[in-house]
Antibody, heavy 121, light 110 residues
Framework: QVQLVESGGGVVQPGRSLRLSCTGS????????MHWVRQAPGKGLEWLAI????????FYVDSVKGRFTISRDNSKNTLFLQMNSLRVEDTAVYYC??????????????WGQGTLVTVSS | QSVLTQPPSASGTPGQRVTISCSGS????????VNWYQQLPGTAPKLLIN???ERPSGVPDRFSGSKSGTSASLAISGLQSEDEADYFC???????????FGGGTQLTVL
């Protein structure tokens, strides 16, 4: 069965960095596009970024462009989100999600359980 | 302010039929398929409807989706208490090169 497990969340001060990881199993990780989606406390879902199956194409939401970087290591079935210059408003649960396709968004057919990032001084 | 517009809340009694709307524009719903996600309290979202009207395996046929022009709808018939959740629509936006979500609709079963 498909499993996505996020890790790396925690409490971090404004302006600092954090790297999230998401390890996939139960499917051919290297064949699928992957996404990061976040949800601030009590708020809705916000899509952050997509990386195509081979890592060669990435898109970001404007609010994180230049601060966050999505990447993947297909040899380790792992997706990453490098978050720099963190702000209080980046506080959220961060989910990784598998796409049904290899590139271009189709839909998120599986989600991880999420990891909480709290940005606070 | 979400790119896709959903009503913040909806409600119904057990057995009723409820619909949730999702309104967008030509660059998102008008050009691409709509997907719906269900988020039960305290859990991660789950795919409910993909490609406007397709139900993934395991999703009851009480749930149905439709799309017309730049709007989409999710219908839930035979409402059950376990349907109490937040529902989100989403689509790719060709102008933003991004996935855009609706703000979510909190469904209460009275």
């Amino acid at each position: 069965q498909v499993q996505l497990v996020e890790s790396g969340g925690g409490v971090v001060q404004p302006g600092r960095s954090l790297r999230l990881s998401c390890t996939g199993s139960g499917f051919s990780f290297s064949n699928y596009a992957m996404h990061w989606v976040r949800q601030a406390p009590g708020k809705g879902l916000e899509w952050l970024a997509i990386i195509w199956y081979d890592g060669n194409t990435r898109f970001y939401v404007d609010s994180v462009k230049g601060r966050f970087t999505i990447s993947r290591d297909n040899s380790k079935n792992t997706l990453f989100l490098q978050m720099n210059s963190l702000r209080v408003e980046d506080t959220a649960v961060y989910y990784c999600a598998k796409d049904r396709g290899s590139g271009t968004y189709y839909y998120f057919d599986f989600w991880g359980q999420g990891t909480l990032v709290t940005v606070s001084s | 302010q979400s790119v896709l517009t959903q009503p913040p809340s909806a409600s119904g009694t057990p057995g009723q039929r409820v619909t949730i709307s999702c309104s967008g524009s030509g660059s998102n719903i008008g050009s691409n398929t709509v997907n719906w996600y269900q988020q039960l309290p305290g859990t991660a979202p789950k795919l409910l409807i993909n490609s406007n009207k397709e139900r993934p395996s395991g999703v009851p046929d009480r749930f149905s989706g439709s799309k017309s022009g730049t709007s989409a709808s999710l219908a839930i018939s035979g409402l059950q208490s376990e349907d109490e959740a937040d529902y989100f629509c989403a689509a790719w936006d060709d102008r933003l090169n991004a996935v855009v979500f609706g703000g979510g609709t909190q469904l209460t079963v009275l």
